[in-house]
């Protein structure tokens, strides 16, 4: 059992893996947290809040509290993680302890992505109920706890019991207190094309706050954060992280406040988020997970990725390997017809590539980016034979067929856009703003929901279709619905949420054999939310090797390269002018799923040579790369190299992958150890070269990248 109840101190041990998260009902019926942090055995503390101080009176004991919900109206001062006013005006929240339940396996959150118990014993869950006794406010807290993952999420549901209408004007997912002060903040910050950089500072008093508005999780800042002692290595020291379940615009906030007490939250955010909650009516927030870690960051991420994969991927294709493939767009840009796609195609069959996708540009009359988005009818000028056509021509080659779509948009030339001018986001009277020619859907009408299902799903029955690229290529600037009364327009962001989720509910319902990609510019939506319905994300449009190191590096933090799309791309590459060696971005794209991004039909006998065997590899490594425990080495963001690994979960296998950047004179070749192989096993690589687990592991490998961007991949097989 990983939820304990302890009657006689009124306290809950949630465990899962080395964690424990330890709530209190004090005398007063708050709800404290007393320990986030190393596992502890069930009712080994005792609940003693004495510790806490008053300062003065302008700082008063419920300000230096752990609260586990903490409010405006409780004495706490700083971020609250349930904001409401009732009909009254009056916005001070207090809540006490009602009821809780504790149950096996976990509910969905209705409406919203979330994660859930696979398999039997995956989850445990606590609900715990409290109530604003005044203002008729209830919320329950909701945990899942993941004793095997290693992770606790959490999401509120808040219900307005009052009679009279109320507004929701803030909901923190998790919001959970961290002993003491003095640690580093980490996010992954970013901007298209370099995205998910990792950050890593001074945590001092105060507040230090991300966020997105855009209406999209994001380029800029992943919704994740977390703090690690000064010290905290990927290897060693305790950390503490959370992450968002949701796509579109959150904070998340590390806070100390003058008691030298730190808190994590993350969230809804609040300057684009309110929410009317009619009598009765109940509201549920995005779920948060929330990861401790004694073992250094690659603890960390080691539990996301468990969970991100194992507890939130509900694709057929958690579990499938993913098909090699080759995407037309840095090939042709728009600038295709059937025969130029089939010539690629030819030559990706016979290098061994498994699938072709057929980028933008396919439909309407769209041969720039300024037109078309909204009108999914094939373009017979392009593809005379349709896409049907296209589709049974690359099968008799035996190819399967993945195409591109964008969904979420409408561009001001486009039918769609002549018939329903008022489908977009925009503000009555006002220019509406364009970004690379087009605007958004209001996805949060049910009307727009529903010609996106049946367009897009139209497009699908209409050839064989076995993969399907999402892309949604700007952010909103007019969150703004022509379909909402003035009082719940601040409703729109989160509305188009829940919109976009109905849809994808939908349409990954209808299509369950197909894999689907969601994409945002490269990785500007690249969050757990997207995962639920989409098991990967295409992670970047910059597939340059070097920056690639650091793009996949800070991807990994909380994402499992089984959600990684990872292209070989043409040299000099298109975002950065760089040239780098096919077989160094091949070694890079190795490290999720595998594909390319260039016109095959052009390449070079040498570089032929090098795509055929860099397919061959990636055939045998690929259900390691998806299914093992991946582990960063070496960050580039710290030495001239980057390095990780991917170890069978039973240790018969592993995979080093090291990659140099800019090189040096008269520096020493590189001694690479392994992590967490068999120490008594015999390892093997492809050369034939043996050496036993505890050597790799306590002593390591030596290895010699000569020049700039250079890389070694070591495919180690267990033999004795
Ligand atoms: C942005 C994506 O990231 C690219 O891969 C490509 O699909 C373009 N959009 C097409 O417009």
Known sequence: MSIFYDENQKSFYLGAGKASYVLHVDEDGRLLNQHWGARVPDGALSPDFSHYPTLASFDPRTNALPWELPTRGSGWYGEPAVAATNAKGNDMVQLTY??????????????????????????????????????????TAVYGVFERTGAITRSLRLKNESGEDMQI????????????????????KGAWARERHVMRQTQGEGEYRIFSQRGASGHESNPFLALCEKSATEFSGEVWAVSLVYSGSFEALSYVNNTENSRLSIGLNPDVFTWKLEPGETFVSPEAAMVYSPDGLNGMSHAFHRLYSENLMRSKWFERDRPILINNWEATYFNFNEEKILQIARRAKELGVEMLVLDDGWFGKRNTDNCSLGDWVVNPEKLPGGLNGLSDRLHDLGLKFGLWFEPEMISPDSDLYRAHPDWCLHVDGRARVEMRNQLILDLSRKGVQDYIIESVSAVLESARIEY????????????????QTPERQKETQHRYMLGLYRVLEEITARFPEILFESCSGGGGRFDPGMLYYMPQTWTSDDSDAAERMFIQYGTSFVYPPCAMGAHVSAVPNHQTGRTTAMQTRGDVALGG???????????????????????????????????????????PFDHPYAAWQFRARDNSEALICAYRLM??????????????LDESAVYMDDDGNTCSGAALTRYGLWLHLPGDFTSKVIHLRRIG
């Open 169 to 188: 004007n803030g909901v923190l997912s998790a919001s959970a207190p961290v002993h003491g002060s003095g640690y580093d903040v980490i996010h992954l």
């Open 663 to 676: 090189t040096r004179p008269a520096t020493p070749h590189l001694l690479l150890r392994a992590s967490g």
């Open 98 to 139: 009602v009821s809780h339940a504790i149950y096996m396996g976990k509910n969905r959150l209705p409406g919203l992505p979330a994660t859930f118990a696979r398999r039997e014993g995956d989850a445990e869950t606590l609900e715990i109920e409290l109530m604003d006794r005044l203002t008729g406010l209830r919320v």
């Open 593 to 635: 799923n595998f594909g390319f991004e260039l016109d095959l039909s052009q390449l070079s006998d040498a570089d032929a040579e090098t795509v055929r065997r860099l397919i061959e590899r990636e055939k045998q490594v690929r259900t390691l790369v998806r299914t093992g425990e991946f582990t960063r080495l070496l960050s």
């Open 468 to 483: 399907m690229k999402w892309d949604m290529n700007r952010n909103m600037t007019e969150p703004f619905s022509g379909a």
